[in-house]
């Protein structure tokens, strides 16, 4: 079957380091993507993976083990501004562009 | 760039009636997807287009709901009749083909309430 799991939600503080780990199962794989999406709005779009391996993009780095089925998004330096739902995404296979989303992480950030 | 436009942004209706949720993707762009999220089951892909061809409608639910795209600047979706299970929010997603990695931009959704 196809499952992406998430912890619900999580809890920080301004200022810290937060993991956000997602593992997944699918029919196939072509790249793993993290959308953030703030209360009432749309998914915008942080980071994809295709490879194994680390990709940083300022705050925020995204991690990935094919081999694991398992990713995980970094966030540095938390603020407020950071607290929101945090989704990671499946895309199956060459040739598709079905996308599986997990359903999502509510991270809440602290002052 | 105006972005992916949806409308309306919320609707209301009664079980029974007809609803059509509308769609214009980011000009230039291949892709479009139509989304579902609830609480329950998160987003939910129920069909995607290339160039104006729907490519895979496994995630709609049943013969209730359609989807279109007359042209490549146009998509509707289609729920008749609707029923309150059908109350959710749906987005329209748009990308490029850009053999690379394609991040898909979202509209602001249409908030669905069905009584």
């Known amino acids: 079957g196809q499952n992406i799991d998430q912890p619900t939600e999580m809890t920080a503080t301004e200022g810290a380091i937060v993991q956000i780990n997602c593992t997944y199962q699918?029919?196939?794989?072509?790249?793993l993507f993290w959308y953030q999406q703030h209360a009432g709005e749309a998914p915008t779009f942080l980071s994809y993976?295709?490879?194994?391996g680390l990709e940083e993009k300022g705050r925020f780095s995204s991690f990935l083990s094919r081999s694991k089925g398992y990713s995980y998004l970094l966030l540095k330096e938390l603020q407020m501004k950071d607290s929101a739902s945090y989704l990671c995404?499946?895309?199956?296979?060459?040739?598709?562009?079905?996308?599986?989303f997990g359903t999502g992480t509510r991270l809440k950030v602290l002052a | 760039d105006a972005g992916v436009i949806q409308s309306p942004r919320h609707e209301v209706t009664e079980m029974g009636q007809e609803v059509t949720l509308r769609c214009k993707p980011i000009?230039?762009?291949?892709?479009l997807f139509w989304y579902r999220q609830t609480m329950m089951r998160g987003l939910e892909l129920l069909i995607y287009?290339?160039?104006?061809?729907?490519?895979?409608d496994s995630g709609m639910p049943e013969d209730r709901f359609s989807a279109k795209m007359p042209n490549a600047s146009f998509s509707t979706l289609k729920i008749q009749p609707s029923e309150p299970r059908d109350s959710a929010v749906y987005f329209c997603?748009?990308?490029?083909?850009?053999?690379?990695?394609?991040?898909?931009?979202f509209g602001p959704g249409t908030r669905l309430t069905v009584t």
């Open positions: 997603a748009s990308s490029l083909n850009t053999l690379t990695h394609e991040r898909q931009y």
């Open positions: 699918t029919s196939g794989f072509n790249g």
């Open positions: 993976n295709v490879l194994d």
């Open positions: 995404a499946v895309r199956e296979g060459s040739g598709t562009y079905k996308y599986i």
């Open positions: 000009s230039g762009h291949d892709y």
């Open positions: 287009f290339n160039n104006n061809v729907p490519i895979d």
